[in-house]
């Protein structure tokens, strides 16, 4: 029997990825790939709906793809490409487009969030149009699964109201997506700042740990994480959000559930629990960050890569674009 389809998009980065995006995102993704027919894109379509520096984005475009291989993302068993080599992406936004509402695109509030951030020179009806671009990439795949963070709920939604009202008036076409929201006990938080998400933007400087760091620098961040007073190693995450979000990492990373950590650091300090736990985080990040530095040395494989699951994508995609352009009389 054919594997449930899952696609899930991730906007081109010229940072590195930080420990957030890999314990929240790609552990799981890594771990789905085998039980789903798993399609990756990287969507550079979406990142020129603010201003881009061209030679910037290509290189970013790179890079991400390479770390999410370098991660885990196995491009021979799943599919991980660049949107803009499939056009059939931009075809279907249009088409999307003209049955999206002005109203109903109005109401994404992360379209409000971006245009009042960028400000109203910056908001472009590319930005307005983002959540339609969105929804063409998920159905040009009929994917059944798309895991996604909180934050992305709203476009999924407008995605599934696209596909029942284009299937009741042109015909069964569209598989309609479900979201399947990241679990909250993987979100990973600030280690100066526990009250606040890890984030590639919005973290300080000390409180964000990246997948290409130096392993000493990685050590010495874990060694200076904000923790409390009380001094045991104990999983509360209201009292103790510092040492909780340690353990998560520790959990995540090294398999060990949360409870069985806490015996094992039983009677003995924040120390040595962060000792032990820089040594996990940096064994599991070498192997990868050495895999970053290969494919990036060799851009050539890096493209072959690519090109070659462009093929794959652009196959399946073709075929639906064929489909919608034939139910509305192209
Ligand atoms: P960033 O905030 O680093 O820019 P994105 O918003 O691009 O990350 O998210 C990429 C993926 O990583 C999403 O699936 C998101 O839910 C996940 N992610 C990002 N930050 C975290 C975090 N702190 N903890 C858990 N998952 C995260
Ligand atoms: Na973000």
Same mark, same amino acid.
């Given at each position: 029997?054919?594997?449930? *389809?899952?696609?899930?998009?991730?906007?081109?980065?010229?940072d590195s990825l930080q420990i957030g995006n890999y314990i929240g995102a790609?552990?799981?993704? *890594?771990?789905?790939?085998?039980?789903?027919?798993?399609?990756?894109?990287?969507?550079?379509?979406?990142?020129? /709906?603010?201003?881009?520096?061209?030679?910037?984005?290509?290189?970013?475009?790179? %890079?991400?793809?390479?770390?999410?291989?370098a991660a885990g993302i196995d491009p021979e068993q799943s599919t991980l490409?660049?949107?803009?080599?499939?056009?059939?992406? =931009?075809? @279907? =936004?249009?088409?999307?487009?003209?049955?999206? #509402?002005?109203?109903?695109?109005? %109401?994404?509030?992360?379209?409000?969030?971006?245009?009042?951030?960028? #400000?109203?020179?910056?908001?472009?009806? #590319?930005?307005?149009?983002?959540? $339609?671009?969105?929804?063409?990439?998920?159905? @040009?795949?009929?994917?059944?699964?798309?895991?996604?963070?909180?934050?992305?709920? &709203?476009?999924?939604?407008?995605?599934?109201? @696209?596909?029942?009202?284009?299937?009741?008036?042109?015909?069964?076409?569209?598989?309609?997506? !479900?979201?399947?929201? &990241?679990?909250?006990?993987?979100?990973?938080?600030?280690? &100066?700042? +526990?009250?606040?998400?890890?984030?590639?933007?919005?973290?300080? !400087?000390?409180?964000?740990?990246?997948?290409?760091?130096?392993?000493?620098?990685?050590?010495?961040?874990?060694?200076?994480?904000? /923790?409390?007073?009380?001094?045991?190693?104990?999983?509360?995450?209201?009292?103790? +959000?510092?040492?909780?979000?340690?353990?998560?990492?520790?959990?995540?990373?090294?398999?060990?559930?949360?409870? =069985?950590? !806490?015996? &094992?650091?039983?009677?003995?300090?924040?120390?040595?629990?962060?000792?032990?736990?820089?040594?996990? $985080?940096?064994?599991?990040?070498? +192997?990868? %960050?050495?895999?970053?530095?290969?494919?990036?040395?060799?851009?050539?494989?890096?493209?072959?890569? @690519?090109?070659?699951?462009?093929?794959?994508?652009?196959?399946?995609?073709?075929? /639906?674009?064929? *489909?919608?352009?034939?139910?509305?009389?192209?």
């Amino acid at each position: 029997t054919a594997k449930p *389809r899952l696609f899930s998009g991730m906007q081109p980065s010229a940072d590195s990825l930080q420990i957030g995006n890999y314990i929240g995102a790609l552990l799981q993704w *890594r771990e789905m790939q085998r039980t789903h027919d798993a399609i990756f894109c990287v969507v550079d379509l979406h990142a020129i /709906t603010v201003a881009q520096d061209p030679a910037q984005l290509r290189e970013a475009t790179r %890079r991400t793809a390479a770390q999410y291989i370098a991660a885990g993302i196995d491009p021979e068993q799943s599919t991980l490409f660049v949107q803009s080599h499939v056009s059939a992406h =931009a075809e @279907l =936004a249009w088409a999307l487009n003209t049955i999206t #509402g002005f109203g109903e695109a109005s %109401r994404m509030t992360q379209f409000k969030d971006k245009s009042a951030r960028h #400000g109203a020179d910056a908001t472009t009806v #590319g930005l307005f149009a983002y959540p $339609v671009l969105m929804a063409a990439d998920i159905l @040009l795949y009929d994917a059944e699964v798309v895991p996604t963070g909180e934050d992305q709920r &709203q476009h999924i939604e407008l995605t599934r109201n @696209l596909a029942e009202r284009f299937n009741s008036r042109f015909g069964e076409t569209f598989v309609v997506p !479900e979201a399947q929201i &990241q679990k909250a006990s993987a979100k990973i938080y600030d280690l &100066q700042d +526990p009250a606040a998400k890890m984030s590639k933007s919005a973290s300080s !400087e000390k409180g964000v740990v990246w997948l290409l760091d130096e392993p000493t620098a990685t050590a010495k961040k874990i060694k200076s994480a904000t /923790t409390d007073s009380e001094g045991s190693v104990r999983y509360d995450s209201a009292e103790k +959000p510092g040492i909780s979000n340690l353990l998560t990492i520790y959990s995540a990373l090294s398999g060990t559930d949360i409870a =069985a950590l !806490e015996d &094992q650091y039983a009677g003995r300090g924040y120390g040595d629990f962060k000792k032990d736990l820089a040594e996990v $985080v940096t064994e599991t990040f070498a +192997p990868i %960050r050495a895999r970053v530095l290969e494919l990036l040395s060799d851009p050539a494989e890096l493209d072959r890569i @690519l090109a070659g699951n462009a093929d794959k994508a652009a196959e399946i995609a073709n075929a /639906t674009l064929a *489909r919608v352009y034939d139910r509305m009389g192209l």
